[in-house]
């Protein structure tokens, strides 16, 4: 299995959790804030099999993108997503 730790911008995350709950994929949703702007964001959690990743990768591809936002005197571009996908040792559900 696979640990997908996605931070999403605020503005994309309610479609982004209806595709994945379409596709019967479970998510956690954390509320986060990003260390540099020190605004709001999304952490979502899913815990995938391998043969579904390209699947949440993909829906969360095409349902966000990267835009410039004003950061001090200048500005920064921010992603619609960052995606951390590591490898999970286990799994247990209780
Ligand atoms: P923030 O930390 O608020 O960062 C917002 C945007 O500001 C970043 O967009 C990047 O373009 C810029 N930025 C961040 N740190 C910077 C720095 N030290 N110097 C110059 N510019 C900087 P993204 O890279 O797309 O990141 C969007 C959000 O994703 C971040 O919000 C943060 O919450 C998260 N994130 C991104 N990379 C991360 C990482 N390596 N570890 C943990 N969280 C990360």
């Not at 959790?17 to 964001?41: C, P, Q």
Request: aromatic share 6%; charged share 30%; hydrophobic share 40%.
């Amino acid at each position: 299995m696979k640990l997908i730790i996605a931070i999403i911008q605020n503005e994309y995350i309610k479609n982004i959790l209806y595709k994945l709950m379409d596709e019967n994929i479970r998510t956690t949703k954390l509320a986060s804030t990003g260390g540099f702007l020190k605004s709001g964001n999304t952490t979502l959690l899913i815990g995938v099999e391998e043969d579904r990743l390209d699947d949440v990768v993909q829906i969360i591809e095409e349902n966000c993108e990267s835009k410039k936002v004003k950061a001090g005197d200048g500005a920064v571009e921010v992603g619609g997503a960052n995606l951390f996908i590591l490898d999970m040792d286990r799994y247990v559900r209780i």
